[in-house]
């Protein structure tokens, strides 16, 4: 099938968005809203205009490199040293909240599809685990929140992706490979694709970081090339590790952590930091629309009552309910511990391993729970980015009231 009208139906979406693109920041819509709606619209639930593959050769191309771009550009951003000294609320959210968001979806999988394969609900569970504070930009944008509640929420926002990708793909290796109870080959290979991957990753990126900022101290490195070193070290993590039989997705994420540890320019940092926002955000409305166009479509017909309960499930008790338990006793305040556990939006990462999963297992047999995935990252995309502005200014004036008392 040819996807070159979709190619360029995309491209000109991010064209014209770009040029209201100052008007919509001070609107409540966001850019995954307008890609999203604009995605359907011209998909067969709308003007019929485009029917896109998800298993498509461009899609699987496009999917992989945001993926690889994205974890080692999150990973790259953290400040590890900063992460240390405030480690108290990111660690319980990362250590605890994000094992009981999976363990607590997972159960109400368990109930609500009843005769689905463990694994495949286990599966759900955990692509439905990563936040994306790109969703509620607003959020960690807005002076009128608390910096230190921001820091938290982009923290976690940025490390849980890669955390949830090894017993992702451990899902994935047993679904694909049919393991039996006396088969245990596929523990070997995920064992080498976690721990080959971890290391040729992370060496890509301390060596590629320490090299950065040592030429960028002599004078060598414009700032130009500063920003785009990240993609090719990214590229270069994920390359390298497949060859060697890791596995490049964990290695990217690695390699992003590394590199940010062994970089100690701010000013380079930065410059990662605007490469991920510019080109990579490119990539990430792209993706968007293809999910739009290609899996809403094919996931309506499965949206019973259960599905609708999960999804918003999900987006609130499961998600919320994980964040209160692993903050409990740390006198934060209702107000804080609502407003963290509501901002908990699903979106690049679950829309990326939702591709992921399409590409190496197919969609027969597993259109039930793949729908069910479709519509909780399309419910948090709008519910999300509507609310991020008028919950931010509440917050904030909460919080202004409670530091004045």
Not at 114 to 133: E, H, K, N, Q
Not at 134 to 163: T, Y
Not at 291 to 311: E, H, I, R, T
Request: charged content about 15%; some cysteine.
């Amino acid at each position: 099938m040819n996807d070159h009208p979709a190619i360029i139906f995309a491209a000109a979406m991010i064209f014209v968005y770009g040029l209201f693109s100052k008007l919509a920041d001070r609107s409540p819509l966001t850019a995954p809203m307008v890609f999203v709606a604009m995605g359907i619209l011209v998909s067969p639930l709308g003007f019929n205009f485009f029917h896109l593959e998800a298993r498509g050769g461009l899609v699987h191309i496009l999917t992989e490199v945001t993926l690889v771009l994205i974890l080692f550009v999150d990973a790259s951003t953290i400040n590890l040293k900063q992460l240390i000294q405030d480690r108290a609320v990111p660690g319980r959210l990362l250590l605890v909240g994000l094992p009981l968001s999976m363990v607590f979806g997972t159960l109400a999988a368990y109930l609500l599809f009843p005769g689905v394969d463990i694994w495949l609900l286990v599966l759900m569970a955990l692509i439905l685990s990563p936040t994306d504070a790109a969703l509620g930009q607003a959020v960690v944008k807005s002076e009128k929140v608390p910096e230190r509640v921001r820091r938290w929420i982009s923290v976690e926002s940025g490390l849980n992706d890669g955390i949830a990708l090894p017993p992702i793909f451990a899902c994935i290796a047993v679904l694909s490979l049919g393991v039996g109870g006396s088969d245990k080959h596929w523990v070997l290979f995920l064992l080498q694709q976690v721990i080959l991957g971890a290391a040729i990753g992370g060496l890509v990126g301390w060596l590629g970081g320490s090299l950065v900022s040592k030429f960028s101290d002599k004078g060598w490195m414009n700032s130009t090339f500063q920003r785009l070193v990240s993609g090719s070290l990214a590229i270069l993590c994920f390359a390298i590790a497949e060859h060697f039989h890791g596995n490049g997705f964990i290695a990217a994420f690695a390699g992003g952590l590394l590199l940010g540890a062994s970089t100690k320019s701010e000013q380079i940092l930065e410059r990662i930091q605007e490469f991920g926002e510019s080109e990579g955000q490119q990539l990430i409305l792209f993706v968007f629309l293809i999910f739009a166009m290609a899996m809403v479509p094919k996931s309506v017909g499965y949206w019973d009552m259960n599905a609708w309960l999960y999804a918003v499930l999900s987006l609130t008790i499961i998600r919320m309910l994980a964040v209160a338990i692993s903050l409990y006793g740390k006198k934060l305040g209702t107000d804080t511990v609502l407003f963290v556990g509501w901002f908990g939006p699903r979106g690049i990462a679950s829309v990326l391993y939702l591709l992921l999963v399409v590409n190496l297992l197919g969609v027969e047999g597993y259109e039930r729970i793949l729908s069910v995935i479709v519509l909780t990252v399309l419910l948090s995309v709008f519910l999300h980015g509507v609310s991020a502005l008028p919950l931010s200014n509440r917050y904030g004036k909460s919080t202004e009231k409670y530091r004045q008392a």
